[in-house]
Structure formats: structure tokens, C-alpha cells
């Protein structure tokens, strides 16, 4: 059992110039530990006159000179004082808030065709992208849980409209994470696709307070008035009407219907921040809106592994950065995004694909001599996947088709130990299951633009190439160097690398080349192209480099 020594003293202490300093029934309470230390209560403030050596835990009790200025020192807080001088821990900070919209079907270009004045607003403060990836099967019901979840389909395991065989028990709502933290926040959905949002709590039992079904009229306004009254940290929205008017007319800036869906869209969202704005206690609360689609479209539809579908909108009004976003984001960004915001950490166990965006201001690295100028070209920012039909998103590089990324290890593919390079990570690039395919990357040099101007710069392109056993899958690399008018000053070409050129070994092999940079060069691109054979397009590559020197 604890000894306790209680001391209380009551004194009133006078400064020179008539103030006084109450140490109110100031109490040392001093206790030995299960570990046998000793805490002790005291001033801990060296300057005080009071100052205790002794003191493990400051009680408050310290008695500061006239020049002293106690207070919150932080200026984040709400509470900060410019004039203090020590801070006294009494710094309060505002409340974390998170809105997650998804306007299902919404496509990029539609923000300019449409009268969206609540969206351009919240673009002036916003971090953004309008290239965001979304799954490859550009479905709802993978894109709704890959939303809700942070990681892809192969995950989940929704890779269509049926939710079946979900494994959402693995894979949970994001709000499960928040609720399993035990701090007491209240979180809402307001749905109107019944059957995704009945499957993915059922899977996650007591993380939602409140989950509301209806049309995006109805959810909107029901979402409005609870904003007017309830706690409301963690909520998403989803909201239908492009996809229905995509559907029903045309997913295109040039039929009226959608874009009037949008127009309608940008009211309802208006109405959702206004709601926001006018909460009692808004100055004391930071909110981040995050909106976001599930696919885009072409003619009628969606579900195709191209552009048109797979890219959408992201805006994360509330990030603490604005502008651009790279390299591009992808859907399953938003939920580690959204629990980073309200405070929680994301534990390695939970296995999500995401990756907290809207920290701070990105771009592309400015170029530099005698660096490896290519980003990803090891194929390690994001996860590989044991070759299949999905199709992975390649941060960094444009993907126009089913390029993707595979891991090593998976039999009849690349081995750990098959030929390639000694320093490899997880993973390597792979043509994909759809025929011949190709990503690149633009590279712009201006900022060693006077050093190429010199005309006395070479650059050095390497990388592993190769593919599988006798197939003639075959990967090839293009670079070409443009002026800034866009016109090609000089190409080269590595590869394609034929199953003769590896004597039918699988593995991929070192292939070097060195050339000058033309002195009036912008920009560099990069270009692989895997080229198809037979069956899946076993055309590989790893460990690309670039550099100038």
C-alpha cells in the first residue's frame, strides 16, 4: 500500500509592486511507487523563488516575478497569448471534425462545365487532384469500400455489386479504428445505397451512431440538422445524382441532365457547409472536408480499367496544405487521411493500402545532378500484388492501361532469387493481364537548367529488364528529351527484351545506356511499354535510374 506524507499550506505572497500571489491550498502530495521512486510535488520552475530541486510533478505552485508572464505559448491554440513568456500548460486546441462526401460518378472535367460555387470555394483552401485513383473495375461496389476502408478490393474482397463475400470483419469501416481509441466520438452516416452501407456496419458493430438511409435530398437534409445539434465528429455522405443522371443520360460535361446533377450536387454540399459555418461552437472546432467519387464515365456506363472511369476528383478542404497533391492520390487515401486529422494513429496491424495526404505542400522533386531522377522507378511506393487480374495504381507514372506492379515470389513469375538486381525490394514492374500496356513519366530540368545549357552534361539510363521463360513478352524503355516548345531533341531506346535476348531464362537483366543532353532540353520523359505475347503480358522491369551528370 502507498505511503502518503499530505502537507497543505496556505500563504499569501507580496511582490514589490503590490501584487499578490495566492498559493491556493497548495498540497504536496508525495508518493512512493509500485516501483519504489518517489513522486513529488513541487515548483519546477528554475526561476521561481520557490523552485524545489526535488520535484518530479509541478503542482502549480511556482511564484513568478512581475516580468513573468504565465499563459499558453502555442500559437495554434486557441487560447494563445503573444505576451506570455512561460508557458503553463493550460493550451486549448480546437476540436477535430471530419466530412467525407462521396458524389458517386463524378468526373473531373464537370466541375468546370458546372455552376459548382460551393466547390470552387472550397478549392481555394483545398489540397486537390483531379487525376485521384479509384479501384480498376471503376464499380461502386468496390469503390464504396475501398473508400470506407482505406485498402483495395483484393482486400475487402468486394470486386463488383455484390457484398456476399466481403471481408469487411478484416477490413473494417473506418470508423471502427476511431471508436476503438475510447475517445467518445460520435460518428454518423447518411446513406442511400441500402445495401453497401447495411453490409459494411453490420460488419462493424457499434461504430456508427447514427446511420440514415434516403435520397440525396432527404440525407442532405437530414445531415443538416443534426449538424445544428449533435457532437458530429466523424460523418460521411453519399450523394447519387451524377451517377443516376451519368446512367440515365450521358456521363458527359455535354448533356444537360448531368450537369445539372452536378449543379445540384454543389447546392447540396452549400447547404452541408453552411450548416458547418453556423454550428454554436465552429470557432473552437477544425473541420476537414474530404469529397471524393468512386469512378467517373463515358457514354452510359463505368467499369472499364481506363482514364475516363478510374479518375475522379478529390478535394480535402480543412488539409494542412493547399494546392496540388502528388503524386497523385489514390481512393484509399482517405481514410487514413481522415483518422490522421481526428487525432488517431495508424497502426501498421490494420494493414491499410492508404497514405496520409495534405500534410504538407508537394511536387515534384526539383532535379538534380548525379541523382536518380526517375520517382518509383524501383516500384516500391505502394504495394505489389501476386500477379492477377488487378490492376494496381503507380504512383508517379501516367497509367493509361494495365500496367502494374507484382511482387516477387510467386511461382511461374519472378522469384526472389531469379536474376535481377542484388538490391531489390518487394516488388517489380508487370505488363498486366490486358494485352500490351504503358506508363510514363515527364521529368522537368529546369531547375539545372543552366548547368544543361553548358552542353557538356551526359546522362546514364539503366534498368532490369526481362521476362518469362521462352515468351516473348517483352519490355521495352524509351527516353526522349523536348525542348520547351515540346519538340523531341534526341530518343533512345532500350530494348524490347526478346526471350533469345535472356536465353529463355525468367529474370530480368541489366541494360545500360549513356548519351549527351542536348543543351536546350526542358524536360525528360520516360516511357515503358510492355508489349504481349501470350496470356498475361509477363514483360518485367525493376530498378530504373536516370541520371545527368
Not at 475501398?146 to 473506418?174: A, C, Q
Not at 476537414?288 to 457514354?299: L, P, Q
Not at 481526428?342 to 505542400?361: A, C, F, M, V
Request: proline content about 5%.
Amino acid at each position: 500500500m502507498d505511503e502518503r506524507i499530505l502537507a497543505v499550506a496556505v500563504g499569501l505572497f507580496l511582490l514589490g509592486n503590490g501584487t499578490g500571489f495566492l498559493a491556493n491550498d497548495l498540497i504536496t502530495d508525495n508518493r512512493i511507487n509500485d516501483d519504489s521512486t518517489i513522486d513529488i510535488l513541487g515548483c519546477m520552475y528554475e526561476e521561481a523563488p520557490n523552485f524545489d530541486q526535488n520535484a518530479s510533478i509541478d503542482d502549480g505552485s511556482c511564484e513568478y516575478p512581475p516580468d513573468v508572464v504565465v499563459g499558453c505559448m502555442d500559437s495554434e491554440a486557441l487560447n494563445y497569448n503573444e505576451t506570455v513568456n512561460v508557458d503553463n500548460n493550460t493550451c486549448r486546441y480546437p476540436e477535430p471534425h471530419v466530412l467525407m462526401i462521396m458524389v458517386d460518378g463524378w468526373r473531373p472535367d464537370s466541375i468546370a462545365a458546372a455552376d459548382t460555387p460551393t466547390i470552387d470555394m472550397l478549392m481555394q483552401n483545398s489540397a486537390y487532384s483531379m487525376k485521384t485513383r479509384v479501384d480498376d473495375t471503376t464499380i461502386s461496389g468496390s469503390g464504396h469500400s475501398s473508400y470506407l476502408t482505406g485498402v483495395w478490393r483484393d482486400k475487402h474482397n468486394i470486386h463488383n455489386n455484390n457484398f456476399s463475400n466481403s471481408n469487411y470483419e478484416e477490413y473494417p469501416h473506418w470508423f471502427h479504428h476511431l471508436k476503438s481509441a475510447n475517445l467518445g466520438k460520435y460518428t454518423a452516416a447518411y446513406h442511400n445505397w441500402y445495401p453497401m452501407a447495411d453490409k459494411v456496419f453490420e460488419s462493424c458493430a457499434g461504430c456508427v451512431n447514427k446511420l440514415f438511409y434516403g435520397n440525396d435530398t432527404e440525407i442532405s437534409e437530414e445531415l443538416v440538422n443534426d449538424l445544428a445539434v449533435k457532437q458530429m465528429d466523424a460523418v460521411t455522405l453519399f450523394l447519387d445524382d451524377p451517377d443516376a443522371a451519368g446512367h440515365g443520360y450521358g456521363f458527359s460535361t455535354s448533356v444537360d441532365e448531368y450537369v445539372e446533377a452536378v449543379n445540384m450536387t454543389d447546392e447540396r454540399i452549400g447547404i452541408v457547409m453552411d450548416a458547418i459555418f453556423a454550428r454554436t461552437n465552429y470557432a473552437e472546432e477544425d473541420w476537414m472536408v474530404i469529397i471524393s467519387s468512386d469512378h467517373a464515365g463515358t457514354g452510359t456506363s463505368h467499369g472499364q480499367n481506363i482514364p475516363e472511369h478510374r479518375e475522379v476528383p478529390l478535394i480535402i478542404w480543412g488539409a494542412e496544405t493547399s494546392g496540388p497533391i502528388w503524386p497523385n492520390p489514390a481512393i484509399v487515401d482517405f481514410a487514413p487521411t481522415a483518422l490522421n486529422h481526428l487525432g488517431i494513429e495508424i497502426e501498421p496491424e490494420w494493414e491499410l493500402d492508404g497514405r496520409i495526404i495534405g500534410l504538407e505542400s508537394t511536387g515534384a522533386p526539383d532535379a538534380k545532378l548525379g541523382v536518380n531522377l526517375i520517382f518509383n522507378g524501383d516500384a516500391e511506393y505502394e504495394r505489389g500484388y501476386a500477379p492477377s487480374e488487378q490492376d494496381v495504381s503507380i504512383p508517379g507514372w501516367t497509367d493509361d492501361g494495365s500496367f502494374t506492379i507484382w511482387t516477387y515470389g510467386t511461382p511461374t513469375y519472378l522469384l526472389i532469387d531469379s536474376p535481377g538486381p542484388e538490391d531489390r525490394g518487394d516488388n517489380y514492374f508487370g505488363g498486366g493481364a490486358n494485352g500490351d500496356a504503358s506508363i510514363y513519366q515527364e521529368i522537368n530540368l529546369s531547375a539545372i537548367q543552366t548547368d544543361i545549357g553548358s552542353g557538356n552534361l551526359t546522362y546514364s539510363l539503366s534498368a532490369f529488364l526481362g521476362g518469362y521463360s521462352n515468351q516473348d513478352d517483352r519490355m521495352e524503355i524509351i527516353i526522349e528529351f523536348f525542348d520547351s516548345e515540346g519538340t523531341v531533341l534526341h530518343t533512345g531506346i532500350m530494348g524490347p527484351v526478346y526471350a533469345e535476348d535472356r536465353d529463355n531464362v525468367t529474370g530480368i537483366f541489366l541494360y545500360q545506356q549513356w548519351d549527351s543532353v542536348p543543351s536546350s532540353s526542358a524536360y525528360v520523359k520516360i516511357t515503358m511499354n510492355a508489349y504481349l505475347d501470350s496470356g498475361y503480358c509477363d514483360a518485367y522491369a525493376d530498378n530504373l535510374s536516370l541520371t545527368i551528370s
